[in-house]
């Protein structure tokens, strides 16, 4: 600010213009090449018909309208379903990871953070090694855990409890509860068909025993980070919270609810969101378990856009679901903005948030990978 | 309950330090609590690793029917030997490091050079382009996986490692973080270079980038990390089997021949040496990823 106020001449730095675009040129040209031109072809094929021979432009592929949105949003048919699927196996995905893994790391995050616990810096390291693993190599010994006689089994054998073949078992864990209680039929009033061409005894399922276990892998990989990010969230309050407590005289659980947890708000948001937009992205760890296998259980939209384009060569369809899970995120980013939303705003909050901005920057691209999932750190 | 002892800590201030050490049993019996659990899911956290360990040094017989012995009942290495004869490690290590050291190097220099320039230089249109980093930064990767096969297939670069490196060479995140830390540095410096006369990309290269070595090593971390363990845009960028990474080609030993059957060992090891670098790096900078928790007050 105080630069404007300078000189037009500025004898001391000189025209620094052309310095100013020098050194953002590079990485305008290959955002430009590689992100924005991308997007905008990839907006006209969603509206073509492009199979995948040719060039996207300037070759065969026809303008077919809202075609491929509509193949997927209102027309009845296997395209529709499938989507329908992918959604449900999804939002079940993010209401079981989202909570899980905000608890856990909110959990580790003031036990390792007490001043009391010996060999901190052992436990931080535990708990945050899972969170630099790769994907791949993650999932690929998560299918060994969780084997028909994997690890998981084997302890579950102890406790005398007959392991189901997590990663073969297409069952929802709410139909089994059902089953449980004797609802082994669908009943007639679920049986009718329900949004995008799913019955509603099939949105009811819950995950399947198969997505369960990638709802462990997810948490056991991103807790890790959000600790450190609670972390970060606590030093920052730290002195204000013993000082509150000393004046209150209150008790740790009611010290944690009416004082470290409103204190925490503004980290909590970032964990939320970051962890929002992720789940909605879950990708590797589906390719690698089969591609929605068992019986599509663990089929996510962003896998059903990798496979309706690279697999069946329907790229239209492929592009606009990707736009539609765009718009999904977006949107439920937005709403949950709003819901928790911070009505004080007090400038104090302020501050802090700008100060988390970087580990949030930090912790975006070890969860969600790539440079996308940053969305949280502009705040 | 277990935040039990910092608030009698912060209750005692009078206490004088040596009567400290005798603390009230249930204090006590409160704080071994608190150890123990934390113990308990600190070897859940870390069991998964030493059991791929344990499991790669097993023969797949093993591996299959004793998940759980830590200690092969017979050692031996052939899933790393057969990592090496029945297929190309060699050469996804080797692409993996190549793409990792051009993405990194890119990225850090590159990043640097923008968020210098957005933060430090006076220039018209750096609101703007700034704004456009950030709207950048909001687009989900996941989103990007069909456009990007677009761009590399149209511009005829797909399968090559121009296609797999220069699209991820840039990345809008780091260009903030370096942003943000180039803000903190007091202008006086870059003034003293200038007035001895140093130019633009001398004072940023030479005087202003050394003082930036806490946001670097950040940067460098996340780089490095992030392209050695990325996946999607490989999947993405290219087909050819001579261009695997370590993650797409280990990837086919999940889903293609090895897969089948109870080939547990060789997958395993394969997990277990391609996550050896990053634990590596992991280790030497253990106390910078950590204290970014702490440091992030400080900027």
Known sequence: MTSLARPRSRGLRGNEGPFGWLFTLPAILILGTFLVIPILLAVWVSFSNWNGLGPPVGGQAEFVGAANYAEVLTQPGLARRDFGIAIRNNLYYVLFVVPIQTAVALFLAVQVNQKVLKARGFFRTAFYFPSVTSSVAITVVFLYLFGASGVVNGVLNWLRVRGPNWFADPRGVFHIVLSWLGVDSVPSFLAGEGPLGVTWWEWIAGPSVAMTALIALAVFTTSGTFMLLFLAGLQAIGQDIEEAALVDGAGPVRKFFSITLPMLKPTLFTVLTLGLIATWQVFDQIYLTGGGAPAKTTLTPAFLAYSASFESLKWGRGAAISFILFGIIVVLTIFQRWLLRDREGSRRNRRRRARMAQVGAMAAITTGGGHGTGGGAGE | ?299
């Open chain 2, 1 to 299: 309950m277990t935040t039990v002892s910092p608030v009698r800590e912060a209750e005692a201030p009078a206490v004088p330090a040596r009567q400290k050490r005798r603390l009230p049993p249930k204090v006590l019996i409160g704080r071994i609590g608190i150890h123990v659990m934390l113990l308990a899911l600190a070897v859940i956290y870390i069991f998964p690793f030493v059991v791929s360990v344990a499991s790669s040094l097993k023969t797949n017989a093993e591996a299959t029917q004793q998940p759980l012995r830590l200690i092969p009942e017979t050692l031996t290495f052939a899933a790393y030997e057969r990592l090496f004869t029945d297929v190309p490690l060699m050469k996804w290590t080797f692409n993996s490091a190549l793409v990792t050291i051009c993405v990194t190097l890119g990225r850090v220099f590159l990043g640097s050079l923008a968020g210098y320039a957005l933060s430090r230089l006076q220039w018209r249109g750096r609101a703007f382009i700034f704004a456009g980093i950030i709207a950048v930064m909001a687009v989900p990767s996941v989103v990007l996986l069909i456009p990007r096969f677009l761009i590399l297939y149209q511009l005829g670069i797909y399968d090559s490692y121009i296609g797999m490196i220069v699209p991820i060479i840039v990345d809008a995140t780091t260009i903030f973080i370096m942003k943000n830390f180039f803000e903190s540095i007091p202008e006086s410096v870059e003034e003293a270079a200038r007035i001895d006369g140093a130019g633009v990309f001398r004072t940023f290269w030479s005087v202003v980038l050394p003082m930036a070595r806490p946001a670097l090593i950040t940067v460098f971390i996340l780089s490095f990390q992030g392209s050695w363990n990325e996946f999607a845009h490989f999947i993405v960028s290219r087909q050819d089997p001579d261009l695997h990474t370590l993650t797409t080609g280990v990837a086919t030993l999940v889903s293609g021949q090895l897969g089948s059957g109870n080939q547990y060992p060789i997958q395993l090891a394969a997990a277990v040496l391609m996550t050896i670098p990053v634990a590596i790096l992991f280790f030497i900078f253990q106390r910078h990823i950590m204290s970014t928790a702490e440091g992030a007050e400080k900027g």
